[in-house]
């Protein structure tokens, strides 16, 4: 078993104090975590009770500052399995209680050391269910933490003057610069592209396992780009900013539904093909980041308990179908929670969308099979 | 409208006795299905044997049934209710044995009884190991999981042992097949080992077969909790993580929600397992708790068991996320999915999700050991625990801290006095599991040992241990801080849980003064709400617990509020029965118009459901806790009053304390409690009432008592002041046991005074309990002891009405009881025991306070007493109440009809659980100590029948022909002819040691001499009674305790014979007056008219009849 202690770490031993101010003034007081220093993002929170390290690679949570609603974090430190991307992408980390050792098989490091390698400014402090609160009735917000700051009027003006998530493009600051390929586990069936928009490495292995040849493409990439692989599906990925500000994927997957070719969409991707479909997307208050929701198939009527990460959400009728440029549409999926939509689809081609996270990592494993549909819309495709 | 229109009514089975292992959350979980089928308009039929359960209360169902659990009378109950199902989940081991009997024999199937909850194919499924072994290993291939159940071997041979161990390893299990209760099991830690126990075991095996298995001691426990609806919707409420690794039975060890040391892979992992199971086992319209061991240097998985049914897991889960799981079984049951069902704490969302949580729950076991002193107190896979506290706080330590001190048990907390110790001696005593050894664990790592090192010692894992590490530093800072404590660092040591005796301790100041400290520098909790989603939706219902966070939830109200303290972890004299009279004080106050607000930390218990009160706290009952509670609410609200007179004696020892803070107390006074506590003052009361009371002094020294007994003359009885179930209860007979004794108690209790009484042991007990509003006393009910005097009350089983009793005794007995309460100043609830001895009726003592019996009598009287007490004590009159209809508008408990039923109570005891070191039994000779952990009610028209009922209840049905066994003391043998000559009657071949038979035989009762165990085997080969018994050769025992504990002879003989009834199961009597109302028992199961009748039809007879004065 493999401890590490971190006694810098110890709230218990409070020597460097940190603070955290939302752009609404409200300051919050607690001890640094990570890295020291100054950094700014958008007020998010995240409700899962496990999966911490999969959630800060997530590149989803680019330029968002991340709360954990659950208290103890880092107990089962940093292991070289878990990671969704090459590096930790959240802007700033907000816990309770950070773990002062890591206690688990897989574990290489501890997390405090882990965040404070690549530079991530956290705070520890006991008013993370405070701060939730205060999201979720005034809404996600800009923020600031500071370990060099002692003003909060001073920090707050720094947070005013930060960049808000509202039109802001930021696919393109995550998503690969350069294309590679994800082969597949044993025989290949398929050849998929994927646009990375911010995808999580447990997607294209979802696909890999099910046979595909996973072609992972840069976030710019054109229709032309796309189907010069001549592949059986397009994949559009998760990632984060507002897809209002996403044209240039809205503009390539328009050409991929032109040519007909099978379509999945994840979170981002779901935005992308709503946009596409001519739908409107819209913030909500405080999104959906969590690992407990239940997302109901309408044409089944089951439920899933899936992982979510999205702060916008596609506008679109869910009572009946309706119309698109590229035939009739219907929402299959919605939130039981609050039912806003989450998922899309064609209903005359092969394209569909959800707005939550099959591969998981985080969260439940429930909805793995819409990998397997993606799958059979291919293999129909091929036969067809 | 239930989505199945065709089921109209159902049976729900309940688990009837609170026993070890199977305790008040059936309440919980019974209660809350009762309510739900009721409000979706179906009939709902009960049969529950345990009358101190809230769900037997005749409100939760149209048709409830204080019956023996047995399939012949579930049976009755069939035919006479006709239910279109029966819903068997959620009573426990109980219910889902007898719902499979029942299939078994037909009956279902020929009254077109519907199983619902779950069906007999799952049920076996979960319950057989090799079926289950099969479901796990197909469900790891069919998904590729990592799963499996542990590696065994079946072996014939030593060789094949020796060859199988090669492949499991060491240490490992050996189970000899089809031996008795798993005689010859064992665990070999090496080759030697192995030789000897499977040697034995291949011996002892009729098939000459032992299942070797490999050993999971060790490894790290898990539990999950699933529902999963006919949709196939599946959900998991909750992890739960085991502190006390692998080898200590989860009810026993120290367990934490969520789990705590699982990344993603290995939890979703475990999550993909336990749905997989769920599903090829077929539950489809329920709950399971499913069980897991890691490895926890690997990660292996193995998944131990799965119960298809609501359990005290899913209890415990309920109340640690606010999802309540029987509640939402039983809508699955009628066939709801869980979209459907809305969660009750958002109002907005649907149950088809699953809990997160944003704080930590601790559960922590409390134990009964000191009330089975020759018990083996180290800590198995066999349950031991008799209650359990839990607690909620934003971090571990500040969870575990507040659980630890919810015990409210001496010593319980962590300490920092004196010097830590010695490690390696600390951690030696905290490698084998035992009660308290978190403390020991706490010790040592405070003493110096490392993390590594406790670690490696006790197998839990670092994490915890690292979390208590944090504990001890943050107690140093405090101790050595060379400032007074500040507001820095009092409020980071309130954050780790330390309470302000804690704190005290560490600074050698009082709690008061660290309190006042605190309060001046504004340290005070907030409560936070149990919302079921980590603040993402509001929540509707005030689900509070407090922490030392940063903003508070306690709502504002402006109906006036009444505070009941409930009565904290069961334990033997304090259980559920009082966990009634705060419920139903709650629900009366409710629609008195008052905002109700529980405070308790018991997670098993219907009060501490958020669907009991307006407002639930979920905090340990210290003083401390209860003042922050009171605090919060006076500052959101008025609070009307605070009642202490429900919950048992932890409530009603915080009384004059909270009283002195300026908490307003309502009912009987503190000062009014103190003159019924106290001895001295009592003995005033009594005076001025001119009411008789045995002998007495108070003894501070072995002297002093020595002294009291000289004069009063022995037999006494001795006790310290202020305890309940007895404790520290003994009768003594001579100086030199009185001097042992009190050494021992005073050192048990300084600051309180040994009591000192004439023991009456020619008497005939008797319980009252009355409520009295200071002008009209209401005789609640009059129960005759059964048992001789000096057999604790709990431990007694009682007659109501009582069946010897004449008019005049009623009468004097109403009379002394009135003085009583007007002299004490009671408002409220007031329990007194009696004496009654040659003519004269002596007061043994009087509680102001709801007692034990409450349910039952409430129950066998038809009357709510416990609500009308809560009316009471907000100041209603009992005028008042009959004028309402609450209670009977003529008469009281001691004027009941002639043809009232009567109603026997009778306590089961849980000798059966606890071996001695050496691995024999238990003595389970009843005395003035209580040890019975549950009780049962019978009854029926005549006592006979009652009380048979109230046995087969209890023990199972008493023999109605074979052999009965008598050895009775020399005081009993003229008392015991009459019935043991009915006995033979009966056709019972009667065998008895010689001095026995020999007044039997003179009497004319044939009676067959076995030899006495301390005699040994005859020189043919004769066996002794002892052996007899164990052959399964005896069906009834009567056996009478002689001699002084403790020594050979007479005494140990009746304790061997004693402790081998229990093992088989034979019925044992051990008193005379238990003989005579047993041979009644026996002639009523002979005369065959044993019937069933709710509680319903009794009330209604008892109304009619209620209503014709008694001629």
Redesign the interface.
């Known amino acids: 078993m493999s401890m590490q202690r971190k006694e810098a770490m110890d709230p218990t031993h409070p020597t460097n104090e940190a603070m955290l101010v939302l752009e609404d003034g409200r300051t919050f007081h607690g001890t640094g975590f990570g890295a020291a220093g100054e950094t700014f993002g958008e007020m998010v929170f995240n409700t899962g009770m496990t999966g911490y390290q999969e959630t800060l690679t997530d590149p989803s949570y680019h330029r968002q500052i991340v709360a954990m609603t659950a208290p103890h974090i880092g107990n089962t430190g940093v292991n070289d399995e878990d990671p969704e991307s090459g590096r930790i992408q959240v802007a700033g980390y907000v816990v309770r209680e950070p773990a002062r050792i890591a206690s688990n098989w897989r574990s290489r490091r501890s997390l405090g050391d882990e965040l404070a390698a690549a530079g991530v400014v956290g705070i520890a402090m006991p008013g993370t269910r405070a701060l939730t609160r205060h999201l979720r009735d005034r809404g996600a917000m800009r923020a600031g933490i500071s370990t060099t700051e002692t003003d909060p009027a001073a920090l707050l003006e720094r947070v005013l003057a930060s960049p808000s998530m509202v039109g802001a493009d930021l696919a393109r600051e995550v998503g690969t610069t350069e294309p590679y390929v994800v082969p597949a586990i044993g025989a290949r069936r398929f050849t998929v592209a994927a646009v990375d928009l911010g995808i999580k490495a447990m997607t294209p292995h979802r696909m890999a396992e099910r046979g595909c040849e996973v072609h992972v493409l840069p976030p710019t990439s054109t229709a032309e780009e796309i189907l010069a692989l001549r592949p059986d599906g397009v994949f559009f990925s998760n990632g984060p900013g507002d897809p209002a500000a996403a044209d240039y994927a809205v503009a390539a997957l328009r050409g991929v539904l032109d040519a007909g070719v099978p379509f999945f969409g994840i979170c981002f991707g779901n935005q992308i093909f709503g946009r596409a479909l001519g739908l409107g997307t819209y913030k909500l208050r405080f999104g959906h980041r969590g690992i407990n929701q239940p997302v109901q198939d309408r044409a089944t009527g089951r439920v899933d308990v899936s992982a979510h990460n999205h702060g916008f959400a596609v506008e679109a009728p869910v009572d009946r179908a309706f119309d698109t440029p590229y035939g009739r549409a219907e929402v299959t999926h919605v939130n039981l929670n609050d039912g806003c939509v989450e998922g899309l689809r064609l209903i005359d081609r092969p394209a569909f969308s959800v707005q939550y996270h099959p591969e998981a990592a985080a969260g439940p494993h429930d909805a793995t099979g819409l990998f397997d549909r993606f799958c059979e819309l291919m293999d129909r495709k091929e036969q067809g | 409208m239930s989505p199945r229109a065709d089921l109209r009514s159902v049976l729900v089975i309940g688990s009837g006795p609170i026993v070890i292992g199977q305790a008040c959350e059936f309440d919980y979980s019974g209660t809350q299905a009762c309510r739900v089928l009721k409000a979706e308009g179906l009939r709902v039929t009960l049969v529950n044997s345990n009358p101190a359960t809230i769900m037997t209360d005749p409100e939760f169902a149209d048709a409830t049934y204080v019956e023996p659990i047995t399939p012949e009378v579930v049976e009755k109950i069939i035919a006479k209710e006709r239910p279109d199902a029966l819903l068997p989940t959620l009573g426990g081991q109980t219910a889902l044995n007898t719902a499979v009997a029942l299939h078994e024999a037909g009956v279902l199937e020929r009254y077109g009884v519907e199983l619902i909850g779950a069906d007999i194919d799952a049920i076996q499924a979960g319950e057989n190991r090799e079926r289950f072994k099969e479901i796990v290993a197909r469900v790891a291939d069919k998904y590729g999981l990592n799963a499996e159940s542990a590696r065994s071997v079946i072996c014939h041979t030593m060789d094949e042992c020796l060859a199988a161990a090669a492949d499991l390893g060491y240490p490992m299990v050996v189970r000899p097949s089809f031996t008795m209760g798993g005689a010859g099991s064992g665990m070999a830690y090496d080759e030697a080992g192995l030789r000897r126990i499977a040697g034995a075991g291949l011996d002892a095996s009729p098939t000459s077969e032992v299942l070797l298995e490999e050993s999971i001691l060790g490894w790290k426990e898990y539990e999950l909790e699933v529902m999963r609806d006919k949709?196939?919707?599946v959900?998991?409420v909750c992890?739960i993580e085991n502190l006390d690794p692998m080898g200590v039975h989860t009810g026993d060890s120290i367990t934490v929600a969520?789990?705590?040391?699982?990344?993603?892979?290995e939890?979703?992992n475990m999550?993909?397992v336990a749905i997989a199971v769920i599903r090829e086992v077929g539950v489809d319209t329920g709950g399971c708790n499913i069980q897991f061991a890691v490895h926890?240097?690997?990660?292996r998985m193995i998944v131990i068991e799965m119960n298809p049914r609501v359990s005290r897991s899913s209890a415990l889960a309920s109340k640690a996320t606010g999802f309540p799981i029987a509640k939402i079984a039983a809508r699955l049951a009628i066939g709801y999915?869980?979209?459907e069902i809305p969660n009750d704490i958002t109002k907005?969302?649907?149950a088809?999700?699953?809990?997160?949580?944003?704080?930590?729950v601790v559960k922590v076991p409390r134990f009964a050991f000191e009330k089975f002193p020759a018990a083996d107190r180290t800590l198995t896979t066999h349950m031991k625990s008799v209650g359990e506290a839990m607690a909620i706080g934003?971090?571990?330590p500040e969870a575990l801290q507040k659980a630890l001190r919810s015990l409210e048990q001496q010593g319980s907390s962590f300490s920092w006095a004196g010097e830590p110790g010695d490690p390696a001696e600390l951690l030696a005593r905290a490698a084998l599991p035992h009660e308290g050894r978190l403390r020991d664990v706490q010790r040592a790592l405070w003493a110096g040992a490392t993390?590594?090192e406790t670690?490696a010692a006790t197998g839990i894992?670092?994490?915890f241990l690292?979390?208590i590490a944090?504990i001890n530093?943050?107690a140093d800072?405090v101790r050595s801080a060379e400032d007074a404590l500040t507001r820095g660092n009092l409020l980071?040591a309130k954050?780790?849980g330390f309470s302000d005796a804690q704190l005290g301790e560490l600074r050698s100041l009082s709690e008061e003064v660290v309190r006042e400290l605190r309060y001046a520098l504004g340290v005070r909790p907030v409560y936070?709400t149990v919302d079921t989603?980590?603040?993402?939706?509001?929540a509707r219902t005030p689900y509070l617990y407090s922490s030392?966070?940063?903003?508070t939830e306690v709502p504002p109200g402006d109906r006036p509020k009444v505070i009941i303290l409930g009565s904290g972890p069961n334990r033997i004299g304090q259980g559920v029965e009082f966990d009634y009279s705060c419920v139903h004080a709650s629900f009366t106050l409710a629609e008195a118009g008052y905002e109700t607000v529980m405070v308790n930390c018991n997670p098993e218990t219907v009060s501490t459901d958020y669907d009991t009160s307006g407002r639930l706290y979920f905090e340990p009952l210290t003083l401390e806790d209860v003042l922050e509670v009171v605090h919060a609410e006076q500052r959101s609200g008025t609070v009307a009053g605070v009642i202490v007179q429900l919950g048992g004696q932890t409530p009603l020892g915080l009384a004059q304390r909270l009283k002195d803070a300026g908490v307003p107390i309502v009912g009987t006074s503190p000062e009014s409690i103190h003159l019924a506590e106290e001895r001295g003052a009592f003995g005033r009361v009594l005076a001025r009432a001119g009411l008789p009371a045995p002998k007495h002094g108070t003894a501070s020294s072995a002297a002093e008592a020595r002294e009291i007994a000289a004069e009063i003359g022995y037999p006494v009885l001795v006790r310290p002041s202020y305890v309940l179930g007895g404790r520290g209860m003994e009768i003594v007979y001579d100086d030199e046991t009185l001097s042992a004794y009190m050494e021992k108690a005073t050192a048990a209790s300084p600051e309180h005074p040994v009591l000192v009484d004439r023991f009456l042991d020619e008497s005939i007990e008797i319980d009252v309990d009355a409520l009295y509003d200071g002008e009209e006393l209401f005789l609640g009910g009059v129960m005759e002891h059964i048992e001789e005097a000096g057999i604790h009350s709990g431990d007694s089983a009682c007659a109501l009405p009582p069946i010897t009793l004449g008019h005049d005794d009623v009468k004097r007995i109403r009379e002394s009881t009135e003085a009583l309460a007007a002299g004490i100043g009671v408002r409220g609830l007031m329990n007194v025991q009696y004496a009654l001895s040659s003519g004269v009726v002596y007061v043994l003592e009087a509680n102001p306070r709801a007692s034990r019996t409450i349910p039952f009598v409430s129950k066998a009287t038809a009357v709510p007493l416990a609500k009308a007490a809560a009316r009471v004590m907000l100041g209603a009159t009992i005028a008042e109440l009959r004028a309402e209809g609450l209670l009977p508008a003529e008469g009281d408990g001691g004027t009941l009809p002639l043809d009232a039923p009567i109603a026997v109570k009778e306590a089961v005891l849980p000798f059966d659980r606890f071996r001695t070191r050496e691995g024999q039994g238990v003595d389970t000779v009843l005395g003035p100590e209580m040890r019975s952990t549950g009780e049962v009610m019978g009854i029926d028209e005549v006592f006979g029948t009652a009380f048979a009922k109230s046995q087969q209840a209890a023990y199972g049905s008493l023999p109605t022909k074979g052999r009965a066994f008598v050895s009775v003391a020399n005081r009993d043998k003229r008392h015991m002819i009459f019935p043991v000559k009915r006995l033979s009657d009966l056709g019972f071949e009667i065998l008895a040691t010689e001095g026995t038979a020999e007044v039997l035989r003179r009497n004319g009762v044939r009676a067959r001499v076995v030899r006495k165990h301390s005699e040994g085997p005859g020189s043919g080969g004769e066996p002794t009674i002892v052996r007899r018994v164990l052959d399964g050769e005896v069906d009834l025992i009567v056996n009478t305790p002689f001699g002084s504990p403790g020594q050979s002879g007479p005494r140990l003989d009746g304790y061997e014979i004693r402790t081998a009834a229990v093992l088989r199961g034979v019925p044992c009597v051990t008193t005379v007056q238990g003989l005579a109302a047993a041979v009644q028992g026996i002639e009523a199961i002979v005369r065959g008219d044993v019937g069933v009748r709710s509680l319903q039809e009794h009330a209604e007879r008892l109304r009619n009849a209620r209503q014709v004065p008694p001629g």
């Open positions: 949709h196939d919707n959900v998991i992890s969520p789990a705590m040391t699982l990344t993603d892979r939890y979703q999550r993909d926890p240097g690997t990660g999915t869980l979209d907005e969302t649907p088809s999700f699953e809990p997160t949580l944003d704080y930590v934003r971090s571990f993390v590594e670690h894992d670092p994490w690292d979390q944090a530093e943050v800072r980071a954050r780790y936070q989603c980590a603040a993402e939706f509001a030392y966070d940063e903003e």
